[in-house]
């Protein structure tokens, strides 16, 4: 476990407001969150279809997490399972699930899902490799 | 109508500060907004050559509209026509204008026009398709 | 000189908090700042491993610079040479320079160095031109 886990506890949030790291949940109350999840600044989160992210997921900083989008009309719950990540400036859409410990790219927009354990990056994100197991 | 505009009301801009939904605006002043305009978190407007953004126009998180390029050298205004919409992460630049209805996708970095009723998206932003006609 | 720089003064950054341009900084005793220089809004940066900004660079909004990057395990520091300029929703990731008088686009994903004077753009980005000396 890395070092600045060690510390970790559960998130302060409250309601359409900057947390202390300064990201931000709407519908937070619909917002499932793990254990040792790391959340970087400037990063939106509306849960208002339900959203659930693992143990030990990152999520870089300017990532967006959409489970409604009202310009293309599309509802669904996000899933980021247990050990995966979003590189900074990452969107994802509704209704999509990022398998275990899958990598996104920086920079990705994620319109599909992503299996576990494969790298995924671009816009729209694509497979570009299974991930080694370590 | 959707819902959520039944009860919309003007948002309160403070010059240079996050309004309540963290959005922001240099040069308040040169802003004219539209009725039922949303605009996501963390996006960042410059209406230092003035911005128009029409009726019922829908704005993602994360995207700036920029009326002054001071990288580029370049300065404009900006109109979004009644109805257009702009996708999470999108950058507008100085001069363009996003025609009535048209849809700009996620991700888009916008250096010219877009015609009314197209979709648009990518970096820079093209049009790949008329958009039909509700 | 531009117009708005007659009057600059060095920001006033507090660990972690918003300045009141709303960028922010991480470790920022390990920050090293130039002169005239213009961060936009919603820039977050991260000099864990330090980062050198020179004299009249600008930054635009919503950008990213990662001196650590707990997703793809890299480090180190990153140098913005005097007059390089980083366009809007642009990511520097650890241990890239980029060189004097040079220009990053919009948009844009850095892994690697940039070399002085050129432009470079995308993600990743690449060098598409010389710059010519204005």
């Known amino acids: 476990m890395a070092e600045r886990f060690k510390e970790w ?3 302060d949030i409250k309601e359409g407001e900057l ?7 709407q519908h937070a109350d619909r917002l499932k969150l793990g254990k040792h ?12 279809n339900g959203i659930t992210i693992g143990d030990r997921c990152q ?4 990532c967006s997490l959409y489970t409604v989008d009202t310009i293309g009309g599309k509802d669904g ?3 980021m399972e247990d050990g995966s990540c979003l590189g ?3 969107t994802i859409m509704p209704g999509v699930t990022i398998g275990k ?9 994620v319109l599909t899902d992503i299996p576990s354990g494969c790298i995924a990056h671009g816009a729209p994100a694509k497979v570009v490799k299974e991930r080694e197991t370590p």
Do not use: E, R
């Open 59 to 62: 999520i870089g900083s300017h």
């Open 9 to 11: 506890k559960a998130p």
């Open 77 to 79: 719950p996000i899933t």
């Open 88 to 90: 900074t400036h990452s």
């Open 19 to 25: 947390t202390k790291w300064n990201w931000m949940v």
């Open 37 to 48: 999840v790391d959340i970087g600044a400037f990063t939106y989160i509306n849960a208002k």
């Open 101 to 109: 410990d899958a990598i996104v790219g920086a920079h990705s927009l």
